[in-house]
């Protein structure tokens, strides 16, 4: 039999990575939790529909004015940032509160098949962004049986 030497910081780390894999399951399963930052750290949420000749990608981005959205698409990706800008103001008798939010987002969707950019539209409506944008002709995927062995 032989020794193995003790190491604390691999168990340390070992700890830690424990600890993010359960931080990161309980956040995904409720990302209300998710809180929203001054640094950018928020994401909308988003649904990626591949359909034969085109993909749909809708965001959610409640709140933003759509004047606070770019949106830009390359052949293989779907970028989308902003900035949200949120105030609240409450008012009563004996108390005043205000809560203000503003920060910048960003995300890109990569996309599995190539598209015509030059051809994407964009339409907001009630906080959800839908980009559609047409594939390239022959792009779309063939399917192949293939027999198991």
Do not use: C, H
Not at 70 to 83: F, S
Request: hydrophobic share 40%.
């Amino acid at each position: 039999m032989s020794l193995v030497p003790w190491e604390p910081v691999r168990e340390l780390a070992s700890v830690r990575d424990a600890m993010n894999r359960i931080f990161d399951d309980a956040f995904s399963r409720f990302p209300s939790l998710v809180p929203r930052r001054e640094d950018g750290w928020w994401q909308p949420s988003v649904d990626v529909i591949d359909r034969d000749k085109e993909i749909v990608v809708k965001a959610n981005v409640p709140g933003i004015d759509p004047k606070d959205v770019e949106v830009t698409v390359a052949e293989n990706a779907i970028n989308i940032k902003g900035q949200v800008a949120q105030e609240k103001e409450d008012q009563g008798n004996n108390y005043y509160r205000r809560e203000r939010y503003y920060g910048a987002f960003q995300r890109s969707i990569p996309l599995d098949s190539k598209v015509v950019a030059e051809q994407a539209k964009a339409t907001f409506k009630n906080g959800v962004l839908e980009v559609t944008v047409p594939k390239v002709e022959g792009a779309g995927g063939k399917q192949v049986q293939v027999k198991v062995e």
